[in-house]
DNA sequence: TCTGGGGTCCTAGGACCC
DNA sequence: TCTGGGGTCCTAGGACCC
């Protein structure tokens, strides 16, 4: 049997450890920029507030019911995230995580998967403070239905057997792991609508509906596993580094800027996961939300010998940029995408491969080691920036209690300071 | 005024080969 | 009038996930 550990609305729960007395009260947290909410509380949630809500859109209703907002913090949310897995560890030696605030478990060997699972709550809860749910099922996808139900109970736990099938008969297509809103029509339209009916239906038509991914599906819902359990991550084969500005942009200067960083922060991750790059790819867009003129354009260019060197990395993404900025807009995002990753390992060589510059990579690698020790804001790259007034805005981010010795969190009687 | 970021997999269609 | 068959590789875009 498999388990899917889910911390319960993982963000919110991460700022209400460190305050208390916003247990029972509405909480949200914002994306980057301060655009959508992104994570509720039960309470937000009960007041309305939808998923990726804009929001400008429900500032009012925040003010009206004093929901607390937040900035989303990814570095206490990280470090949650790890001393949640874990704890996780300790109770399976078959794990995979699937996302910050997801976890599949194998549980084969174990008797009484509930009384583990509350084990696991308990254990959580007590050293983290943050609240899970788990779901337990044959397959990744009844688990992951087994969970959805569980968030529900007071419990907590809930498992789903091959013989209970039953239970997931009133479960809406919709609902069901890999099922969106796109697939959801489409089978509608030939009358599947819960996960029951799609289980029956005849292969071949699902199929021919979703193709080979809904037809996975519809076995996994049928106890086959197909979709296993991934315990070491495969490396990553795109990068993506791209933000909106707190501002609109439209000097040349300032996405070259932006760009520099991106490409500089790209390549900060590929050089963390030992692999070299073959592409890069640049994109600039206008805001699609606004009225005015739009433009949106991207150029992709391959690199004969593959790289993780950030100056070399840098300077063709400023010179693709060049190449497709126009004068007159203003630009909302821009972003830069390293591709076609492979590990040093499968780096196939060049016959004619130019001579190594010795002395710019030990350059690089004495700035990274610097990053390392001091934090990534101790050293860049002029292209960078100093002032940066494009930067995305982040106006109620909670201190970095866990990683960051400036903003420990000091001892009080856990009462609202405010 | 104000609308996130980062991924994966799959498919269709174009370009090209013999 | 009428224009093959079989294959690969690549890319863009769709759909989904958190």
């Known amino acids: 049997m498999i388990a899917l550990a889910d911390c319960n609305n993982f963000y919110v729960s991460c700022e209400r450890v460190f305050k208390p007395w916003l247990n029972e009260k509405p909480v949200i947290v914002l994306s980057n920029n301060d655009g959508c909410a992104i994570a509720r509380s039960n309470e937000a949630k009960r007041l309305g507030i939808k998923m990726g809500a804009p929001y400008y859109q429900v500032k009012e209703l925040c003010q009206k019911n004093r929901v607390s907002v937040f900035s989303s913090n990814y570095e206490l949310y990280g470090d949650m995230s790890k001393r949640v897995v874990s704890i996780l560890m300790r109770f399976t030696s078959e794990a995979e995580i699937y996302s910050i605030d997801e976890s599949f478990l194998r549980l084969d060997q174990i008797h009484d998967q509930i009384k583990i699972a509350q084990k696991m709550r308990k254990m959580v809860l007590k050293w983290t403070g943050i609240p899970i749910s788990i779901g337990i099922g044959p397959t990744k996808t009844l688990a992951k239905m087994a969970n959805r139900m569980a968030k529900k109970q007071d419990t907590g736990c809930l498992v789903i057997r091959e013989s209970e099938k039953s239970l997931i ?7 069901v792991w890999g099922i969106g809103k796109m697939i959801e029509e489409k089978l509608k339209r030939i009358g599947i609508f819960t996960a029951l009916d799609l289980i029956n239906a005849p292969a071949p038509i699902i199929r021919k509906v979703g193709g080979a991914q809904l037809e996975r599906t519809q076995k996994e819902l049928q106890g086959l596993q197909c979709i296993s359990i991934e315990q070491i991550p495969e490396p ?12 609109t942009v439209t000097d040349l200067e300032e996405l070259e800027e932006a760009v520099a960083n991106h ?27 606004s009225k005015d003129p739009q433009y949106s354009n991207l150029k992709t260019i391959g690199f004969d010998e593959p790289s993780d ?56 690698k004495a700035l990274e ?15 960078q920036g100093i ?21 420990i969190p000091a001892i009080g009687n856990g009462l609202d300071p405010s």
């Not at 990053?371 to 101790?378: A, F, L, R, V």
């Open 169 to 175: 008969g009133s479960v809406k297509v919709r609902g």
């Open 236 to 247: 990553k084969k795109n990068v993506c580094c791209s933000r909106s500005f707190g501002r």
């Open 263 to 289: 490409a500089v922060r790209a390549t900060q991750k590929i050089r963390k996961e030992g692999s070299l790059t073959y592409g890069l790819q640049v994109f600039i867009m206008t805001n699609r939300f």
């Open 309 to 364: 060197d950030p100056i070399r990395i840098l300077s063709t993404a400023k010179e693709l940029l060049r190449s497709i900025y126009r004068k007159g807009y203003s630009y909302k995002k821009a972003g830069v995408l390293l591709l076609n990753l492979r590990t040093r390992d499968q780096d196939q060589g060049l016959l004619f491969r130019d001579h190594h510059d010795e002395k710019r990579k030990r350059f690089v």
């Open 369 to 383: 080691s610097i990053k390392n020790t001091y934090g990534t804001s101790s050293t860049f790259l002029a292209a």
């Open 387 to 407: 002032d940066r007034p494009w930067d995305m805005k982040r106006h109620r981010r909670s201190p970095r209690y866990t990683t960051n010795w400036n903003e």
